[in-house]
């Protein structure tokens, strides 16, 4: 066997070791986590769907008839009618011709990268962009170009001298997060859409942390923005977080759709994920419709953190998603700093490299909708007793 201790010594030595925590309740601003109960800051249960009655029962019942495991892929005997009803919803949602059901966004990223582009294609990312994305790039063959963070200078610029007259086959596809997982700012979507036209290449959107919070239906980034199939052709979005089930999608085109259930190895090989999930989505599709007053709550909790933590030392980043980060800086710092809000009953995750540029660790606060002003008020009160 390798030798691998002294790389795992490294890393604790560095700050840089990560450790599970077991979690032993059902998901929700309160959990008890290792034994302990804690109010969390670190769910991306945006909307509070995750332990909603109506969906637990949804996916309870979808057992019955449909038992607990899909079987087999999508393509062999794994796609059921609930698959099936759940990708019209989506697209639908989503205002598409078509969605496709993956288990995860992970895969869906990878499935789109390499069914659509190839080695003698290029992909341009943003470099904040989620490590789904940067894989996926790599895994097509693709040349990977990357931009600096929101530089959509730097980007005209590198498809300007990616483009060639005389070799029109080379296909250009711009892929990115809508909403940036570890510093919760979003893509200049309007301006990306509109360099891809100028460039005939595709722009990709991966809206994981802005589908059911953003938007007048909670549609997502892209309906905040007006932005339509025509405008971004490729839409990506998890079903994990805001929605609270489980798995992804991907919405486009009949043409885009088909592509994938041909060419995308992710997809082709991969076992169903549970028809009792699709049912469960279905459901939390109606209540971030129904519920408006999820969506406004949350942004006027956010409105309240922001307000309150300006009489603090700590200072935020730009950000108006529920993804709230305050950057600290040093690996041990951080890491003291979140074990300080645990004895105080409060839990948020550290984040250190390489999930974010060296030099930038930091405690991700994400908040939820079942969040109380009085939580935010008891977070600050413990951050500011840390100092």
């Known amino acids: 066997m390798f030798d691998l201790k002294p790389e795992l010594d490294r890393r604790r030595e560095a700050g840089l070791y990560r450790q599970r925590s077991i ?3 059902a998901q929700s601003v309160r959990l008890t986590i290792n034994g302990q109960s804690l109010l969390s800051f670190s769910s991306n249960d945006y909307l509070g769907l995750a332990n909603h009655p109506d ?4 996916f309870i ?10 079987g087999a892929a999508h393509l062999i005997t794994g796609h059921s009618q609930l698959h099936h009803e759940c990708e019209l919803r989506l697209a639908e949602f989503t205002g598409r011709d078509r969605a496709l059901l993956f288990s995860n ?14 080695r003698h294609d290029i992909i341009h990312q943003d470099k904040l962009n989620h490590s789904s994305l940067i894989d996926a790039a790599k895994i097509s063959g693709a040349k990977l170009k990357r931009y600096r963070h929101s530089d959509l200078d730097q980007l005209k610029s590198q498809l300007a001298l990616s ?8 296909r250009q596809l711009i892929m990115t997060d809508g909403v940036f997982s570890m510093d ?3 893509a200049d979507l309007n301006r990306l859409s509109q360099l891809a036209s100028e460039s005939n290449s595709v722009c990709m959107v991966d809206d994981a942390h802005g589908f059911g919070v953003l938007g007048a239906t909670g549609a997502g980034l892209l309906e905040q923005c007006g932005l339509g199939q025509q405008q971004v052709p490729i839409l990506m979005a998890t079903l994990g977080k805001a929605i609270g089930t489980s798995g992804a999608f991907v919405a486009g085109s009949d043409a885009l759709i088909e592509t994938l259930i041909q060419q995308a190895r992710p997809y082709i090989y991969t076992t169903a994920s549970p028809p009792a999930i699709a049912a ?4 939390s599709l109606d209540i971030v419709k129904r519920d408006h007053w999820r969506r406004d709550k949350l942004q006027t909790l956010i409105v309240y953190f922001q307000q309150r933590m300006k009489n603090t030392k700590f200072k935020l980043m730009p950000s108006d998603t529920a993804i709230q980060p305050i950057v600290i800086g040093n690996n041990n710092q951080v890491l003291l700093l979140s074990e300080q809000l645990l004895k105080s009953g409060i839990q948020v995750t550290p984040i250190r490299p390489p999930t974010v540029p060296a030099g930038s660790a930091r405690l991700r606060i994400t908040l939820s909708t079942l969040h109380e002003k009085t939580d935010i008020d008891q977070l600050i009160k413990a951050l500011l007793a840390s100092q």
């Open 23 to 25: 979690v032993s309740s």
């Open 55 to 58: 969906i637990k029962k949804s």
């Open 61 to 70: 019942n979808a057992t019955e008839q449909y038992g607990v495991g899909s």
């Open 105 to 118: 966004g992970y895969m869906a990223n990878l499935a789109i990268a390499s069914a659509l582009v190839g």
């Open 163 to 170: 483009t060639t007259d005389d070799n029109t086959s080379v």
């Open 184 to 186: 919760g700012d979003c």
């Open 280 to 283: 469960a989505t279905i459901c």
